[in-house]
C-alpha cells in the first residue's frame, strides 16, 4: 500500500515562530500535494507540486511556503506562525493528475 | 472560481437505514469523481471513485452514481453500520486538480 508519512500529529508553536511540516511518501508518485482542513470549510489547497524542485500556488497559499528537494518529500513551511495558521493539516500524493489521492494521517498544528 | 458543492454538512441515520449524499460540481470538463471517508484522528481514505464515461458503480453497500448532464453526483451507503459514521468528501477533478466539498458528518445510531 501507497504509505504518506506526516512526521507529527500534533505541533503545538509560538506566533512568529517559523514551522516546518514534513511529509514523506513511498510509491515514487510525482505529485504531491498540501491541504488544511477547517470545520465547514472542508479541504483547502495551499500548495502542490508535480515535480522535484517544481511548485506551485493553491487556493489560500499566503502565509506559506514549500520545499521539494528529492521526490519523497515535500515539506509545508510556516515562515512567521499567526494563530490563524491554527489547523489540521493533510498531505496527498498521486500517481497522476487529478487522479485518487493517498493522504496521510494529518498533522494537527495550534499556534498560541 | 470552480467548485464543489456537498448536501447535506450532517446526516444522522439509524442502524440498517440507508444514507445519500450529494454533490454538484461547476467545471463541466471534470472526468473524475472520487469519495473519501475520514475518520476521527484519520487523513481521508478513498472508498469509491467514478469516472465520467460510466453512470454507477457500486462496491458491497457503497453505490456513486453520476449525472453529468446535471453536473451531480451522490454516494449511497446501504444498511449503514456504526462504523460508517465518520465525515465523507465528494471530490471532482478540476484543472488536475481535485477540488473537495465541505465535508458531510455521518452518524449512525445503534
Known amino acids: 500500500d501507497v504509505k504518506v508519512t506526516q512526521s507529527s500529529r500534533y505541533l503545538v508553536k509560538r506566533t512568529g515562530e517559523k514551522v516546518f511540516l514534513e511529509c514523506v511518501q513511498d510509491?515514487?508518485?510525482?505529485?504531491m500535494f498540501w491541504y488544511r482542513q477547517d470545520p465547514g470549510l472542508g479541504l483547502r489547497l495551499i500548495y502542490f507540486?508535480?515535480?522535484?524542485?517544481?511548485?506551485e500556488k493553491g487556493d489560500i497559499p499566503e502565509g506559506y511556503s514549500v520545499s521539494r528537494e528529492k521526490k519523497e518529500r515535500f515539506s509545508l513551511i510556516l515562515e512567521s506562525a499567526s494563530t490563524n495558521q491554527t489547523s489540521m493539516y493533510l498531505c496527498?500524493?498521486?500517481?497522476?493528475?487529478?487522479?485518487?489521492?493517498?493522504f496521510g494521517s494529518g498533522t494537527r498544528l495550534t499556534v498560541v | 472560481g470552480e467548485n464543489v458543492e456537498q448536501h447535506p454538512s450532517t446526516l444522522s441515520v439509524q442502524e440498517g437505514d440507508s444514507a445519500v449524499i450529494k454533490c454538484t460540481y461547476s467545471?463541466?470538463?471534470?472526468?473524475?469523481f472520487p469519495w473519501y471517508k475520514q475518520e476521527l484522528g484519520k487523513g481521508p481514505q478513498l472508498i469509491i471513485d467514478?469516472?465520467?464515461?460510466?453512470g454507477e458503480k457500486k462496491d458491497q453497500r457503497i453505490a456513486v452514481t453520476l449525472n453529468k448532464t446535471a453536473k451531480h453526483f451522490s454516494l449511497h451507503i446501504t444498511e449503514t453500520q456504526p462504523e460508517d459514521s465518520a465525515v465523507y468528501f465528494c471530490?471532482?477533478?478540476?484543472?488536475?486538480?481535485?477540488?473537495f466539498g465541505t465535508g458531510t458528518r455521518l452518524q449512525v445510531f445503534p
Open positions: 496527498a500524493s498521486s500517481t497522476g493528475r487529478g487522479l485518487g489521492y493517498t
Open positions: 510509491m515514487d508518485h510525482e505529485n
Open positions: 507540486s508535480y515535480d522535484v524542485k517544481m511548485k
Open positions: 467545471d463541466s470538463a471534470s472526468n473524475y
Open positions: 467514478i469516472r465520467s464515461n460510466v
Open positions: 471530490a471532482a477533478s478540476i484543472s488536475d486538480k481535485l477540488i
